[in-house]
């Protein structure tokens, strides 16, 4: 069975970082892409970055470009989302995911981020 | 970036009865290099994050009964939901990812009446 957790939420103000980190375990995670999503509270779900199986390609949703950054250690099998410069619009429950090409089969339990003073 | 519409917002069925979902894209989520639909259904129960349910617009996944199924091409879907069962109560999302964005419709809150 697939398992993918999440960590590296809390609490942290406006213009601080956070490192989020997300662990499988149960598929081979080195075979598949994999994306963060976040649902804001009150709002639907947003895609915010995924990454390719190697590593060598990444996009964003236009809001976290710049601030952002995707990465993965596969001998690790951990996916990661490096954020700065947040902002309250970026208060919501993270989720790592993976799958197929951007087909997304997997999600995690997700990780609460709240950006405030 | 590709705009999904779901409706309706909110559905509530007997049990036994059929639910239709209704997903719009504001552009072809079919790729012309493929003829493939780049759509997806997710269902969302309480507390838990969401499920695959099809894919490519029609496929369903492995253990994902059969009372579900996908269908519509280019910018119109739907998901049915043949005899609806108290298990089915859940929010349904559509979901494009045909480019990026990727983008989500809003949601379809299905309850037993």
């Known amino acids: 069975e697939v398992q993918l957790v999440e960590s590296g939420g809390g609490l942290v103000q406006p213009g601080g970082s956070l490192r989020l980190s997300c662990v499988e375990s149960?598929?081979?995670?080195?075979?598949?892409?994999m994306t963060w999503f976040r649902q804001a509270p009150g709002k639907g779900l947003e895609w915010v970055a995924n990454i390719n199986q190697d590593g060598s390609d990444k996009a964003y949703v236009e809001s976290v470009k710049g601030r952002f950054t995707i990465s993965r250690d596969n001998a690790k099998n951990s996916l990661y989302l490096q954020m700065s410069n947040l902002r309250g619009e970026d208060t919501a429950v993270y989720y790592c995911a993976g799958g197929q090409g951007w087909l997304t089969r997997y999600w995690g339990q997700g990780v609460l981020v709240t950006v405030s003073s | 970036d590709i705009v999904m519409t779901q409706s309706p917002d909110s559905l509530a069925v007997s049990l036994g009865e059929r639910a239709t979902i209704n997903c719009k894209s504001s552009?072809?989520?079919?790729?012309?290099?493929?003829?493939?639909?780049?759509l997806a259904w997710y269902q969302r129960k309480p507390g838990q994050s969401p499920k695959l349910l099809i894919s490519w617009a029609s496929t369903r996944e492995s253990g994902v009964p059969d009372r579900f199924s996908g269908g519509g091409s280019g910018t119109d879907f739907t998901l049915t939901i043949s005899s609806v069962q108290a298990e089915d109560v859940a929010v349904y999302y559509c979901h494009h990812y045909h480019s990026s964005p990727l983008t989500f419709g809003g949601g379809t809150n299905v309850e037993i009446k």
């Open positions: 149960g598929f081979n995670f080195r075979n598949h892409y």
């Open positions: 552009q072809t989520v079919l790729s012309s290099s493929n003829n493939k639909n780049y």
